[in-house]
Nanobody, 123 residues
Framework: VQLQASGGGTVQAGGSLRLSCAAS????????LGWFRQAPGKEREFVAA????????YYADPVKGRFTISRDNAKSTVYLQMNSLKPEDTAVYYC?????????????????WGQGTLVTVSS
């Protein structure tokens, strides 16, 4: 599976962005999908995940209530809607895929990574 993330950019605090990640190769419906982020000088951290059938989503505490993950299996795409952005959300965002949602929530267990897209939130 190849993952291509897009949608990053620069936004003021309080603003919104929507990230997209298009998958190619094997059917994306076979995989749980997720998003991670890595800020300068910090380790990559889990942000959000969604099960293969879209009926369960999971979020890291810092983004709960502000970010929403969704997927469109027909378009082989996963999205991350980010609202009420804060300067501390500044990071490179990576999409990820694994065979189960529990695996896609753990950095070491991710099977496939996208190339990353930079989100910068100015104060």
């Amino acid at each position: 599976v190849q993952l291509q993330a897009s949608g990053g950019g620069t936004v003021q605090a309080g603003g919104s962005l929507r990230l997209s990640c298009a998958a190619s190769g094997r059917s994306v419906s076979s995989y749980a999908l997720g998003w991670f982020r890595q800020a300068p000088g910090k380790e990559r951290e889990f942000v959000a995940a969604i099960r293969r059938d879209s009926d369960h989503t999971y979020y890291a505490d810092p983004v709960k209530g502000r970010f929403t993950i969704s997927r469109d299996n027909a378009k082989s795409t996963v999205y991350l809607q980010m609202n009420s952005l804060k300067p501390e959300d500044t990071a490179v965002y990576y999409c990820a895929a694994s065979t189960s949602v529990m695996l896609v929530m753990v950095t070491k267990s991710v099977m496939y990574w996208g190339q990353g897209t930079l989100v910068t939130v100015s104060s």
